[in-house]
């Protein structure tokens, strides 16, 4: 909702600003010989000799979506047709239709900043006048109340401290996406909520998300409550598995996330919070907490949060959504319900043929050794393992090709009874060939600092041979 | 310390408290759903339960979930909520 604006010409000012102060006489020159109102953001009796309007509240400027001083608009049946800002004199003359104007001054002087953008203030008055787009129902703590203390209490949390999500951060969220605040994301599991993109910025607010975190956050959701990933059932089982965010594309650097060092650990914004506001969405939107439907036996720490980024820029292999059928310049986030990462440790193979060796050996015991077909896995590989590949020119095919060669066994090697253990493939498989993983069950990420000659797995929940879990990815879009 | 205002994160679906429903009198001539969810050996406690049921006059239906790793699908629901007075669902781990 835009303020009327009187017909004329429509001045921005603030004594703040040099160079309104240097207009002023201009200003007050105008007065009398055109058609001219003057909004005085911080001063009312600014400018000297000019009947000012009073807009120290900033309504008007908020509105007028005004960001610098002196911005001079022309108006007609209530319609800007023309404006400027700051001081030229050329421009002053054209717009007014007044010369020569400013005798005596420089010819151009540049302007300030609007009041009304100032950082901290801006969000206030968005909250204050735009907080009528915004649907949710408004929570006030005591007054008494400890604000990160009455999050807890109200179950918001998942056992860290969240950021209160005040109407002024929803809103700063909300900038992140161009999408409408009504818009419904997602039914969201358990309770198959219908969650708005409102919903989902008030849970990056908690998450401590930036605000151009908030369309990789977005996105996820869409890929977590497809049917195909099933959300409700990763939640719902006694399994370690969560929601694991792999992104990809441009917008990982755009948004500083980690693909090096410590890549699957803590202490990058983006990585820990992005993961971390989806699963709030699930707790506090769908209902899905521990203890009620979350069943998990065991859990893991990756269901706080699990997001990262693969390293592109100088991966041997294409990165995981160009192989997946995307362009290098789209950016998605996979969803891949899983945990980990489980150790693969070999610092003396120098040949591909003796690694690929390493890594078949650990994900043969994933995650029982005589299982077989019911569990996916993804290989992150780091740099120094990575290398060994690319010098012998292994692409992802052939290391797949490799390893289901050697992961490929008659039944009766894994069936139950075998190495005295009585978890197994069942007998009616015993004279079939078995390959350890579904065809599309293994992948291979390049992630990780520059030294060490380590790799990690992350394996599934039960995939979709199971009743579980399918990868799903999605473009992003801001 | 003024009151802060935020905005409510959840689903905004605090339902209103459920009722149970009275119990019933008696299961004599009661038409009872067992639902087995798929869980290994869940059927061992339905049979026992279908054995002490029936001898107290129940009578017994057996029905059954594709998987226990998602939800029991619609139609599923709509033919116990068709055919039965009670349910009876087992868990087992």
Same mark, same amino acid.
């Given at each position: 909702?835009?303020?009327?604006?009187?017909?004329?010409?429509?001045?921005?000012?603030?004594?703040?600003?040099?160079?309104?102060?240097?207009?002023?006489?201009?200003?007050?020159?105008?007065?009398?010989?055109?058609?001219?109102?003057?909004?005085?953001?911080?001063?009312?009796?600014?400018?000297?000799?000019?009947?000012?309007?009073?807009?120290?509240?900033?309504?008007?400027?908020?509105?007028?979506?005004?960001?610098?001083?002196?911005?001079?608009?022309?108006?007609?049946?209530?319609?800007?047709?023309?404006?400027?800002?700051?001081?030229?004199?050329?421009?002053?003359?054209?717009?007014?239709?007044?010369?020569?104007?400013?005798?005596?001054?420089?010819?151009?002087?540049?302007?300030?900043?609007?009041?009304?953008?100032?950082?901290?203030?801006?969000?206030?008055?968005?909250?204050?006048?735009?907080?009528?787009?915004?649907?949710?129902?408004?929570?006030?703590?005591?007054?008494?109340?400890?604000?990160?203390?009455?999050?807890?209490?109200?179950?918001?949390?998942?056992?860290?401290?969240?950021?209160?999500?005040?109407?002024?951060?929803?809103?700063?969220?909300?900038?992140?996406?161009?999408?409408?605040?009504?818009?419904?994301?997602?039914?969201?599991?358990?309770?198959?909520?219908?969650?708005?993109?409102?919903?989902?910025?008030?849970?990056? +607010?908690?998450? #401590?998300? %930036?605000? !151009?975190?908030?369309? &990789?956050? =977005?996105? /996820?959701?869409? *890929?977590?409550?497809?049917?195909?990933?099933?959300?409700?059932?990763?939640?719902?089982?006694?399994?370690?598995?969560?929601?694991?965010?792999?992104?990809?594309?441009?917008?990982?650097?755009?948004?500083?996330?980690?693909?090096?060092?410590?890549?699957?650990?803590?202490?990058?914004?983006?990585?820990?919070?992005?993961?971390?506001?989806?699963?709030?969405?699930?707790?506090?939107?769908?209902?899905?907490?521990?203890?009620?439907?979350?069943?998990?036996?065991?859990?893991?720490?990756?269901?706080?949060?699990?997001?990262?980024?693969?390293?592109?820029?100088?991966?041997?292999?294409?990165?995981?959504? +160009?192989?997946? #059928?995307? %362009?290098? !310049?789209?950016?998605? &986030?996979? =969803?891949? /319900?899983?945990? *980990?990462?489980?150790?693969?440790?070999?610092?003396?193979?120098?040949?591909?043929?003796?690694?690929?060796?390493?890594?078949?050996?650990?994900?043969?015991?994933?995650?029982?050794?005589?299982?077989?077909?019911?569990?996916?896995?993804?290989?992150?590989?780091?740099?120094?393992?990575?290398?060994?590949?690319?010098?012998?020119?292994?692409?992802?095919?052939?290391?797949?090709?490799?390893?289901?060669?050697?992961?490929?066994?008659?039944?009766?090697?894994?069936?139950?009874?075998?190495?005295?253990?009585?978890?197994?493939?069942?007998?009616?498989?015993?004279?079939?060939?078995?390959?350890?993983?579904?065809?599309?069950?293994?992948?291979?990420?390049?992630?990780?600092?520059?030294?060490?000659?380590?790799?990690?797995?992350?394996?599934?929940?039960?995939?979709?041979?199971?009743?579980?879990?399918?990868?799903?990815?999605?473009?992003?879009?801001? | 310390?003024?009151?802060?205002?935020?905005?409510?994160?959840?689903?905004?679906?605090?339902?209103?408290?459920?009722?149970?429903?009275?119990?019933?009198?008696?299961?004599?001539?009661?038409?009872?759903?067992?639902?087995?969810?798929?869980?290994?050996?869940?059927?061992?406690?339905?049979?026992?339960?279908?054995?002490?049921?029936?001898?107290?006059?129940?009578?017994?239906?057996?029905?059954?979930?594709?998987?226990?790793?998602?939800?029991?699908?619609?139609?599923?629901?709509?033919?116990?909520?068709?055919?039965?007075?009670?349910?009876?669902?087992?868990?087992?781990?």
């Amino acid at each position: 909702m835009a303020a009327e604006l009187p017909d004329g010409l429509v001045a921005f000012v603030k004594r703040d600003c040099p160079t309104c102060v240097m207009v002023a006489p201009v200003l007050a020159a105008l007065q009398g010989t055109v058609p001219l109102t003057v909004f005085t953001q911080d001063d009312p009796s600014f400018p000297p000799g000019v009947d000012a309007i009073d807009d120290t509240e900033l309504e008007v400027s908020y509105r007028q979506g005004i960001e610098i001083v002196p911005t001079l608009l022309k108006v007609e049946n209530g319609e800007v047709v023309d404006q400027l800002q700051g001081w030229l004199r050329g421009q002053w003359e054209n717009l007014t239709g007044v010369a020569p104007l400013g005798v005596g001054l420089p010819e151009h002087r540049a302007g300030c900043g609007s009041r009304s953008i100032e950082p901290g203030l801006a969000e206030r008055l968005a909250a204050r006048y735009d907080g009528g787009r915004l649907a949710s129902r408004r929570v006030t703590f005591g007054a008494e109340e400890d604000e990160f203390e009455a999050a807890y209490a109200r179950g918001w949390s998942d056992g860290l401290p969240v950021v209160p999500p005040t109407p002024e951060r929803v809103l700063r969220m909300l900038a992140g996406t161009s999408r409408a605040p009504s818009e419904v994301v997602a039914l969201v599991p358990p309770d198959l909520v219908p969650c708005t993109v409102e919903k989902v910025a008030a849970n990056a +607010v908690l998450a #401590g998300c %930036r605000p !151009e975190y908030l369309p &990789v956050v =977005l996105t /996820a959701l869409e *890929g977590a409550c497809t049917d195909e990933f099933n959300m409700h059932g990763l939640l719902a089982t006694t399994y370690f598995s969560g929601p694991v965010l792999i992104v990809n594309g441009p917008i990982a650097r755009e948004i500083g996330m980690n693909s090096g060092v410590n890549v699957l650990g803590q202490g990058n914004r983006a990585n820990s919070t992005i993961g971390r506001a989806l699963q709030l969405v699930v707790r506090n939107v769908g209902g899905g907490r521990p203890d009620g439907v979350d069943r998990a036996t065991l859990g893991s720490p990756g269901k706080l949060g699990f997001c990262f980024a693969e390293r592109e820029v100088d991966s041997p292999w294409e990165p995981l959504h +160009v192989e997946l #059928g995307y %362009r290098a !310049e789209q950016s998605t &986030v996979t =969803l891949f /319900a899983g945990q *980990g990462p489980a150790p693969i440790v070999d610092q003396l193979s120098r040949t591909p043929e003796s690694l690929i060796r390493s890594f078949a050996a650990c994900l043969d015991a994933t995650p029982h050794p005589n299982l077989a077909l019911g569990f996916d896995a993804i290989v992150v590989v780091p740099p120094d393992h990575a290398r060994i590949f690319r010098d012998a020119g292994w692409s992802k095919a052939r290391m797949r090709e490799e390893l289901n060669r050697l992961l490929t066994r008659r039944g009766r090697e894994r069936a139950r009874g075998r190495g005295d253990m009585d978890e197994g493939l069942p007998d009616s498989l015993a004279e079939a060939d078995i390959p350890k993983f579904r065809e599309g069950g293994l992948y291979f990420v390049h992630a990780g600092g520059n030294a060490g000659m380590f790799s990690g797995i992350l394996s599934s929940w039960v995939n979709p041979n199971g009743g579980g879990s399918n990868p799903v990815t999605v473009e992003i879009r801001k | 310390m003024s009151s802060l205002e935020v905005l409510d994160p959840t689903g905004e679906r605090q339902p209103a408290d459920r009722q149970r429903l009275p119990r019933p009198a008696t299961i004599e001539g009661r038409r009872v759903a067992l639902l087995d969810i798929s869980k290994a050996r869940g059927n061992v406690f339905l049979d026992r339960l279908e054995q002490l049921l029936t001898e107290r006059g129940a009578r017994i239906e057996r029905f059954r979930k594709p998987t226990f790793a998602r939800p029991a699908p619609r139609a599923l629901l709509e033919e116990i909520t068709a055919r039965s007075d009670l349910v009876v669902e087992a868990l087992a781990d």
